[in-house]
């Protein structure tokens, strides 16, 4: 197909790891304490358990057709239709998940930083960002989550462990929970948060050595599951299971909590906001991508860039949608595990029958 290949494993790495830690870390704590009590942490881990098999089969899928993404490859395994279907089916998904992290994330903004901006503007301008940068090429996509993946990653570690000073390992009891009867619908629930990592599928094609797509997924399935598990335990031996079902941001809690020896700073949680808006930057910044350049690998055409502007009335529309925070937490749960038909589900059956059918593409060198 011609795709310049120049993405490195690290590269790949950081898009992944920066796709899977967005404005899911807020809510994570309590959709884990909901689910499984004091066994919060151990739902949190079968939920990256999940979401590392399924991101494992769409990079085995990738390597197997190593110059197409699944939106070209589901064609030649499933039929032209079918595939193409299946195909919309991903965009439209995309398309709303995009929009419920644009509505998240006006929605903290709003109730923590700017309560007297309109919510509208807080979303519109973070998509107007997204649908800005999409309109660069793979390889400047590639940098940008490089650049951003230390300022990420490296003040989230700090702020959460400086908030561990008063932690109860006590709350850890016991480590299976009082109550599994929830804990099927957190895993997925949870897994669903990281289904933005769903990209990579798109940037196999222009990794330089495909074959070592899996070191990728297996590293930012490490590094973003690890965050994950660590703010669940942190936030949950600090507060315990009973207060943080009464806290709708755990994790921000968290961060107000942490104090840096000396306490010649006070209010860390303006860091970590920071660090937050960086998270969903980069979050909706891949699923735009992915909007962009599934559409229009859906339409054949060569330039992905007419569309960055032209899916925005959409996203905003829907985004706008919800009533309030109650009914869009509702929604998310609600399509994201449905979407983990279109993210889980449907690359195993693609990978099953590509098998079956001895269905492969052109190796890479």
Known sequence: MGLPRNLTVYQTTAIV????????????????VRAGDTGAPLVTFLAILVSFFGLAVLTMLGMRFPEQSIIHYSENIIGKWPGRIGSLLIIVFFIT????VAREFGEVVITNILPETPLEITVIVMLLLAAIFSRNDMMTFAYIHVFYLPILFVPSILLIALSLEDGNSLYLQPLWGNDASG???GVLTIAALLQSSFIITMIIPF???????MKA?????????GMYVFIVINTLVLFGPEEIKNLLWPTLELARTATIPGEFLERLDIFFLVVFVTAVFTTMYTTYMFIVYATKQLFRLRDHKMFSFFMLPFVFVIAMLPQNSIQMYEI???????????TLIYPILLYVIARLRKKQGRRSQ
């Open 207 to 213: 990794m330089r050595a495909p074959k070592k797509a």
């Open 332 to 342: 998310i749960q609600r399509i994201g595990i449905a979407g983990l038909v279109l």
């Open 17 to 32: 790891i920066n796709a899977g830690l967005g404005v899911g870390l807020l809510p994570l704590p309590l959709i884990a």
């Open 183 to 185: 804990m099927f619908t």
């Open 97 to 100: 998940l995009t929009s419920l």
């Open 217 to 225: 997924t297996v590293w930012s399935s490490v590094v973003a599951g």
